[in-house]
Structures are given as structure tokens and as C-alpha cells.
């Protein structure tokens, strides 16, 4: 963790603990969480084998910049850093789960932007931690009810309650306020 009024980086492992440096990395294990841009099973990109029970692990951030100049909320899903079990390409309704988790970030990034968009001189931790400790809650607890998607009809149930949750705060959103945020 650097500087937490200038820079705070919200690191989120699914499925499996990986312990991982944070490193440079390449751009291009970038993918950043847009309406119109969808994981698919190539995207899961890591080397190693996935050592858990589960058939796949998402590596996602949400990257919060507080400069004075340059304020702004990321989500990302790192490609190289998550991993998937060879016949997890089939299961398509796990695809859709990990995808919902990027979701979730994306949802728990607008809240951060509107409070940063509404206090644009908060340099209040507190409330950030606030959220990223609801955010990890959340995201616990829609592994649990879905049984990290197993239970399809709760998976289903999940996914209308987060893209309601995401509608409300769509002025929010990574798509709208792209390089916005003053
Ligand atoms: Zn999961």
C-alpha cells in the first residue's frame, strides 16, 4: 500500500489465494471493466495450475488515484494473474459468475466515484476502507449463496440484484466517467 491519500490500490483474489508480487506489468494484461467489453475463458491467462477446488480465480483491482490533478476510480481484471482449470472452458456458466465479479467491483468503483465526485477534497481513508470492507462482504457472500455458481438458479437471482444495484448508480460508471473526474 503507497501513499493512501495519494494512491489506494484495492487488490481482490477470488476461487484461490494467489500470492502473487504486484509488478510491472504489460498493458496488455489489462482489461478494463466496460459495458460493452465481456471476459471470455482466453482472457484467463495465468501459467500455473490452479491449485483449488474451484474451476477458475479472477484477479481483479480497483485502482483509486486521489492526486489533486488526477482523481480517478479503475477496475481492472488481470489476465496473466488468473487462472482457470482446463475443462472450465466448457462451463460457461462459471465464465458468467467470474464476469459477475468484475461486476461487483465495477459496482463498488461507482460508489467510490460518487463520493469522490461529491467531496472532491475527501481524503477521509475511513470511508473508502468503508466500502472495500462491504466489498469484500459482497463478494464473499455471492460465492457463498451461489456456491461459486453451482447453485444456477441462485447465480441467476444474484446477477438481476447486482445489475439493478448498477443501474441506480449508472452516472457512476467507468464508461461515463472515463477521464471525467477532475
Ligand atoms: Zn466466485
Redesign the pocket.
Known amino acids: 500500500m503507497k501513499t493512501v491519500y495519494a494512491y489506494l490500490s484495492v487488490l481482490i483474489f477470488?476461487?484461490c489465494s494467489l500470492v502473487e508480487k504486484i509488478r510491472e506489468r504489460d498493458k496488455d494484461d489489462y482489461i478494463y471493466w466496460s459495458e460493452n467489453v465481456k471476459l471470455t475463458w482466453n482472457d484467463f491467462k495465468c501459467k500455473d495450475e490452479l491449485k483449488s477446488k474451484h474451476g477458475a480465480s479472477s484477479h481483479i483491482e480497483i485502482k483509486i488515484r486521489l492526486d489533486l490533478s488526477d482523481k480517478n476510480v479503475d477496475v481492472i481484471f488481470v489476465r496473466n494473474l488468473s487462472c482457470k482449470k482446463k475443462d472450465a472452458e466448457y462451463d460457461l456458466g462459471l465464465l458468467k459468475?467470474e464476469q459477475y465479479?468484475f461486476n461487483i467491483a465495477e459496482l463498488f468503483a461507482r460508489k467510490y466515484r460518487k463520493i469522490i465526485l461529491e467531496h472532491p477534497d475527501t481524503n477521509d481513508t475511513e470511508v473508502f476502507y468503508k466500502i472495500h470492507k462491504d466489498e469484500r462482504q459482497y463478494q464473499d457472500l455471492y460465492?457463498s449463496e451461489t456456491n461459486?455458481s453451482l447453485n444456477r438458479e441462485k447465480q441467476k437471482q444474484w446477477e438481476i440484484k447486482i445489475d439493478q444495484e448498477l443501474q441506480k448508480l449508472q452516472k457512476y460508471s467507468s464508461d461515463s466517467l472515463r477521464g471525467v473526474i477532475p
Do not use: A, L, R, T
Open positions: 477470488f476461487s459468475h465479479h460465492d461459486h
